[in-house]
């Protein structure tokens, strides 16, 4: 059998194989122009974001009653000037929850009497609850709230007065 | 407030292992292997000897007092310094070392030490500066070396290095009491980029943590062994210096330093680029193994061997170029290639001689590193490449990349939030990678609001950790900061946070 090539076979495995060695002989030196975000597209590869933080932010009582989940804003909850990110217990916090009172509230009182009362909330331009008149188990009860939200939701802020910042 | 400490919320590591407690411990007293230090062969067990009886001679002969006196050490990189240093800290003696001659004047006007260690070359500028400060003050001064000047000059006493030891080495050995890790043994003096005095207490926890940061920045498949060579371009008289020294003290290794870091001498500086780099030829150690250079030794050493490479076949070696970086764009990179042995080794053999085939890792640190060199060098070294930064309040590096990362990455944009000189710095600098295994980064001043929208972090870096030493000149009211919230130390450097969690570093300008 001689090399001929006329007949399309060789040709065609001819520019093939000629293809194929040049690639080998002369490897690509192309580096991707935008910087790839995965690393499946790139061995030099940067991620899109850095990753996804709260922010510590002060909330007055006037800023944080906004955050009571209503057209899908954050569930935000202050215990004794902590500021608790409590989106995730949407049942219970958000728009007809059981404790929908609470939600963008000083719940310091409800948490310390463990009530769910309207009665228990200061209206929003009040100074804050200095909580004088709770009894030392009511302390309790409200530390033992606070460390069941500091397990179970994020601190993403403190609570000071409307009218300190 | 932006936070970036990493870590599984573990300790941070403070010691390479448990007997390792203060820095007389680093020397190892059970092994008892030879080496060489600079142009002395020596074993653990001689070191040990040789530093107790300098110790003896010091309280002795030259009268100090532990925890009373402090020396300050103008001494270039030796086997004096090491021996010096080991005896005053295993004697809770406080040292004193300056990162550079300019600072000597304010440290004697404000520091007055009981006694100074002195080259006997540079002897003589010592004295002049003594007799313009102050006069009142009685100095005894070590001298290496020979000199030919009276034992007696007025208030002044001299003494000879040779002799303290060779008396000390006759006499009863003194044992001192163990000094606690926590106890400060030196303070490095520095000067800031506009020219004030800054001063760092390092303690014993302080250079050991170093020591362990140091290691941990070779790859655990390439730890450093007995079997290395270390060459270090940083001067014991510096935080970092001093742990990489200790690192070879600790490890076994033979170690030297180049001739850029003695700047206790008559002569004039000498340059950081590839002379300085063959200085260490010099000594009678080993061809070296691991370098710690500076990036302008590095950029020097990569464009001397592609230019040698260039010049002698050039065909081939703009193939070999391809090939090398297609493999780089890949993850790829080895000494072994076919175009190694066709193009680059005989380039690195001209230019590094028996260095070409021993240097098994370069470490960058002391200024930053363009983005744009860092292919060059890892084409013309190809051998693992750390870049790192470091400060000369912290003993060990603060933030150093991985060995075996060979991404590149184009210039980074600019952001709107940052100055221009620190978008300058931060588009055309090499990343310098993550905080090191015990230290804490911190970035105080960030615009929250860009950060929110995804821009990255670019604050005054602030920094915490067991090889962190204490700044003096800074007066903190710790009592009213909260347990956790204490022990940050600011480094005055700008630095942003990449996205892949590796920073860069924006030094101001000298």
Partial sequence: MSFDLTTPVNTALLLYILYTVQRILFPSNSVPSTVPIEFKSGYSWMPKSHPPTLLFKTYTPKTLEPFNGEEGKRILLAIKGVVYDVTAGRNFYGPNGMYANFAGRDASRGMAKQSFDVEMLTPIDQPLDKLEDLTSEEIESMKGWMDHFSSKYIVCGRLVENDAT | MRNYGTGMLGRFPVRPAKEQQVLLDLVKPDSDSSRTLWSTKITNPQLRQRVSAFGTGLIRVAGLDPEESNVLLLLNDGIEFLITDLALASHSIPSFTLSSPSVLTPVLEEHPPSAIV?????????????????????????????????????????????DIERQGAQADQLTPATPKPQDV??????????????????????????????????????????????????????????????????????????????????????????????????????????????????????????????????????????????????????????????????????????????????????????????????????????????????????????????????????????????????????????????????????????????????????????????????????????????????????????????????????
């Fill in chain 2, 118 to 162: 002195v080259h006997a070359e540079f002897l003589p500028q010592l004295l002049e500066l003594i007799h313009d400060s102050n006069d009142g003050v009685h100095h005894t001064i070590i001298v290496v070396g020979n000199t030919d000047l009276d034992k007696h000059l007025g208030a002044i006493r001299l003494l000879k290095w040779e």
């Fill in chain 2, 185 to 510: 043994f030196t303070v490095s003096f520095f000067a800031t980029p506009d020219g004030q005095l800054r001063g760092t207490s390092l303690t014993h926890e302080n250079l050991t943590a170093g020591v362990t940061s140091t290691r941990a920045l070779l790859p655990l498949s390439g730890a450093i062994s007995p079997l290395d060579t270390i060459v270090s371009a940083h001067s014991l008289s510096t935080a970092f210096g001093r742990a990489v020294a200790y690192t070879a003290v600790f490890e076994g290794t033979n170690f030297a330093t180049l001739k850029s870091s003695q700047f206790f001498t008559a002569a004039e500086t000498t340059s950081f680029d590839l002379a300085d780099l063959k200085s260490v030829e010099s000594y009678p150690i080993p061809s070296p193994t691991l370098l710690f250079a500076k990036p302008s030794h590095l950029t020097s050493l990569s464009s001397a061997i592609l230019d040698e490479a260039r010049r002698s076949s050039f065909f081939f070696h703009t193939l070999a170029w391809r090939h090398k970086f297609a493999g780089i764009v890949d993850g790829f990179l080895t000494k072994q290639s076919l175009w190694d042995r066709l193009v680059f080794d005989d380039a690195r053999a001209k230019i590094m001689g028996k260095g070409a085939g021993t240097v098994r890792g370069v470490i960058v640190a002391g200024a930053p590193l363009e983005a744009q060199a860092l292919t060059p060098a890892r084409i013309a070294l190809s051998v693992p490449l750390v870049n790192s930064h470091i400060h000369p309040a912290v003993a060990g590096p603060v933030l150093a990349s991985h060995p075996l990362d060979l991404q590149t990455f184009p210039t980074t944009p600019a952001t709107s939030g940052s100055s221009a000189a620190d978008n300058f710095a931060f588009a055309y600098q090499a990343p310098v990678g993550p905080p090191s295994i015990n230290v804490e980064a911190k970035l105080l001043g960030v615009d929250d609001v860009a950060v929110e929208d995804g821009a990255d972090p670019i604050g005054a870096l602030f920094v915490r950790g067991p090889s962190v030493g204490k700044l003096l000149h800074v007066e903190q009211g710790e009592e009213n900061i909260p347990e956790e919230d204490r022990g940050w130390v600011e480094t005055g450097e700008r630095a942003r946070v990449l996205s892949n969690g590796t920073f860069k570093v924006a030094i101001q300008a000298k």
